[in-house]
């Protein structure tokens, strides 16, 4: 049986090269359809448009799904410019509330450990072991509370995780007292336009659940191992998820080759498919295996 490295190994280079091509014009298109959908639901959201409530999960999804956008950032790999990849992150962790410097570190660390306990950054918060905790965990509320505590350790200089190189401090602490600020502006706004609250605050609350519940899918329940097709999950799905996503459904296609950017990731399905061994016929499939695991 191969694993991850097998199999890259025996990819010849010239279709390496392909697949690892980014393009500025195919991020730029996907970036428009998805900041152009939040716009155009914000802007029906504001105007309080008949039966307005009804577009507020809509609106969720969509600003939450901009973690997907910034997870593709950190590997500078959606757009041919490296300085694009890099404002784009930064602009989709002030909308979600997680900084996109520190988060490349964290999340650089996570490919290089995946799911390896002790070493997996991600795995330091467990994933949720029974019905309770699964709730929680689903909830989102221990996100934004930890989101906001990350960020308040940034603002004064107190974070000290072991996946964060020291030289990148100060531009994570930066960061963090930028994102503050403009935080602090968007509340002051309130006290005049309740606009941002039901445009951006209220649809964040409302939209989380359905992004922990689609991460979950990426490695709960995968194999604590090192090969890449054991402790990564790709999940089947929509066409609708598969574009709110970035196409990061192919999950373990990321993982095992991280440089291909999300335009590519179906090139890579079709050569990879063969090989992959954790699979799910859909999030909601995915959930139910999950959550009938922890009821026995």
């Known amino acids: 049986m191969r694993d991850h490295r097998d199999f890259l190994t025996a990819l010849p280079a010239d279709r390496k090269t392909a697949l690892t091509e980014?393009?500025?014009?195919a991020g730029l298109r996907h970036l428009a359809g998805h900041a152009g959908l939040i716009l155009i639901v914000g802007a029906l959201i504001a105007a309080r448009v008949p039966f307005w409530p009804l577009l507020l999960p809509v609106q969720g999804v969509l600003i939450v799904f901009l973690f997907t956008l910034e997870?593709?950032?950190?590997?500078?790999?959606?757009f041919r410019s490296q300085a694009l990849s890099d404002w784009v992150g930064r602009a989709c962790g002030l909308a979600i509330l997680l900084p996109f410097e520190w988060f490349r570190y964290f999340h650089l660390a996570h490919h290089r450990?995946?799911?390896i306990p002790g070493k997996d950054p991600e795995l330091d918060s467990a994933k949720p072991a029974t019905p309770g905790e699964w709730l929680a965990h689903v909830s989102g509320l221990p996100l934004w509370w930890g989101n906001l505590r990350l960020i308040l350790r940034l603002v004064a200089g107190r974070e000290r995780a072991a996946c964060?190189?020291?030289?990148?401090?100060?531009?994570?602490?930066?960061e963090a007292r930028i994102m503050l600020a403009?935080?602090?502006?968007?509340?002051?706004?309130?006290?005049w336009s309740q606009v941002l609250f039901w445009v951006w605050l209220v649809p964040m609350l409302i939209g989380q659940p359905f992004l922990r519940l689609y991460l979950l899918a990426e490695h709960g329940d995968c194999p604590q191992v090192a090969n890449m097709f054991e402790n990564t999950r790709t999940t089947f799905t929509t066409s609708v998820v598969r574009f709110l996503a970035w196409n990061m459904p192919y999950h373990v296609e990321h993982h095992v080759f991280p440089a291909v950017p999300f335009h590519r990731l179906p090139d890579l399905h079709r050569l990879i498919r063969e090989d992959?061994?954790?699979?799910?016929?859909?999030?909601a499939a995915f959930s139910r295996d999950y959550l009938a695991r922890r009821l026995r």
């Open 22 to 25: 980014t393009s500025d014009r």
């Open 71 to 78: 997870h593709e950032c950190t590997h500078r790999t959606p």
């Open 113 to 115: 450990f995946t799911n």
């Open 164 to 174: 964060l190189p020291e030289r990148a401090l100060p531009r994570m602490e930066r």
């Open 182 to 191: 403009l935080y602090a502006l968007a509340a002051l706004s309130l006290l």
């Open 276 to 283: 992959l061994k954790v699979t799910a016929e859909g999030y």
